[in-house]
């Protein structure tokens, strides 16, 4: 089985990286680290980037995960090949565009593109972001899924994730003690639908919010309190349509334990997303009675 050590990077295609790039100062707090090669890298903790905004297809999305060494690389190429995944090495090229030392693409049963990387690159400064936000940690993804019992098969049968809970066929997944890393949500078709940051506490949740609503930006969903990890969160949109997260407050499943703990199975409903009873204005989130509701303020 592949063994993920961390989400590292997710890669977005954009009509307009610059435009893209200042929101992600302006309104997200990421800090910018460099332009290069057409593509603007910024950050929201210690690693060298966490997004990379490219001109092109705002469907076109890649994940970044890491593995352990390159014989984990080797590891993982082979296990995906003998499951008829083809897999490709990048090239020197594409690695110095990463910030890697190696890394292997390959396609998931949904069509999302996923890389492997091997020692991806720190800073060494520390992080400073562009405004107030209390952002530290830049921590997981919504990825849609097309068929979510076959892709939670794979994502526990192949690459080590374990579900934490379900809501209705969404598997929330863990690599580590995280509550989750990813989240997969039924879609039509493949690709990134929100992407998190870790902000300090519930202040710096509440304070984006007014921030948020001064700046005219769309807020889809709350501040609310997921009842599957316990995290106060804050979702809203960006460029191209993606979706955004604060949360902070997520919970934590100890190695002690993993033996004895069994993910819980709550109903594809409203209350089983936020705890407080704010209604989300995402369209995965929407339940057919909840799309007719009133749009989120």
């Given at each position: 089985?592949?063994?993920?050590?961390?989400?590292?990077?997710?890669?977005l295609?954009?009509?307009?990286?610059?435009?893209?790039?200042?929101?992600?100062?302006?309104?997200?707090?990421?800090?910018?680290?460099?332009?290069?090669?057409?593509?603007?890298?910024?950050r929201g903790?210690?690693?060298?980037?966490?997004?990379?905004?490219?001109?092109?297809?705002p469907?076109?999305?890649?994940?970044?995960?890491?593995?352990?060494?390159?014989?984990?690389?080797?590891?993982?190429?082979?296990?995906?090949?003998?499951?008829?995944?083809?897999?490709?090495?990048?090239?020197?090229?594409?690695?110095?565009?990463?910030?890697?030392?190696?890394?292997a693409?390959?396609?998931?049963?949904?069509?999302?593109?996923?890389?492997?990387v091997?020692?991806?690159?720190?800073?060494?400064?520390?992080?400073?972001?562009?405004?107030?936000?209390g952002?530290?940690?830049?921590?997981?993804?919504?990825?849609?899924?097309?068929?979510?019992?076959?892709?939670?098969?794979?994502?526990?049968?192949?690459?080590?994730?374990?579900?934490?809970?379900?809501?209705?066929?969404?598997?929330?997944?863990?690599?580590?003690?995280?509550?989750?890393?990813?989240?997969?949500?039924?879609?039509?078709?493949?690709?990134?639908?929100?992407?998190?940051h870790?902000?300090?506490?519930?202040?710096?949740?509440?304070?984006?919010?007014?921030?948020?609503?001064?700046?005219?930006?769309?807020?889809?969903?709350?501040?609310?309190?997921?009842?599957?990890?316990?995290?106060?969160?804050?979702?809203?949109?960006?460029?191209?349509g993606?979706?955004?997260?604060?949360?902070?407050?997520?919970?934590?499943?100890?190695?002690?334990?993993?033996?004895?703990?069994r993910?819980?199975?709550?109903?594809?409903?409203?209350?089983?997303?936020?705890?407080?009873?704010?209604?989300?204005?995402?369209?995965?989130?929407?339940?057919?009675?909840?799309?007719?509701?009133?749009?989120?303020?």
């Amino acid at each position: 089985m592949i063994q993920l050590k961390d989400l590292r990077y997710v890669r977005l295609g954009t009509r307009d990286p610059a435009a893209a790039a200042e929101y992600a100062q302006r309104i997200l707090g990421l800090e910018l680290v460099r332009r290069e090669g057409g593509a603007v890298y910024l950050r929201g903790d210690d690693r060298d980037h966490t997004i990379v905004y490219l001109k092109g297809d705002p469907t076109d999305h890649t994940v970044g995960w890491e593995v352990a060494d390159t014989a984990a690389l080797e590891a993982a190429g082979a296990e995906l090949e003998s499951r008829k995944i083809a897999v490709r090495r990048g090239r020197r090229a594409e690695c110095d565009g990463r910030h890697v030392e190696d890394l292997a693409s390959f396609v998931d049963p949904s069509g999302n593109t996923h890389e492997l990387v091997v020692r991806p690159h720190h800073s060494g400064r520390r992080f400073f972001p562009s405004r107030d936000c209390g952002v530290w940690s830049f921590s997981h993804i919504g990825l849609r899924t097309t068929d979510a019992a076959r892709d939670e098969a794979f994502w526990t049968g192949v690459l080590s994730a374990r579900v934490s809970d379900r809501i209705g066929a969404a598997p929330l997944l863990r690599i580590d003690e995280v509550h989750h890393k990813i989240a997969l949500f039924p879609s039509a078709h493949a690709g990134v639908q929100h992407v998190n940051h870790q902000v300090q506490g519930v202040d710096d949740v509440m304070r984006s919010y007014y921030f948020l609503r001064e700046q005219g930006v769309r807020i889809v969903f709350g501040p609310g309190r997921h009842p599957t990890s316990g995290a106060v969160f804050l979702y809203f949109e960006g460029p191209d349509g993606m979706v955004y997260e604060y949360s902070t407050g997520v919970r934590l499943i100890k190695p002690e334990e993993e033996a004895g703990y069994r993910p819980r199975q709550f109903p594809f409903a409203p209350e089983s997303f936020c705890m407080w009873g704010s209604r989300p204005d995402i369209p995965e989130f929407r339940t057919r009675e909840d799309a007719s509701a009133p749009k989120a303020a």
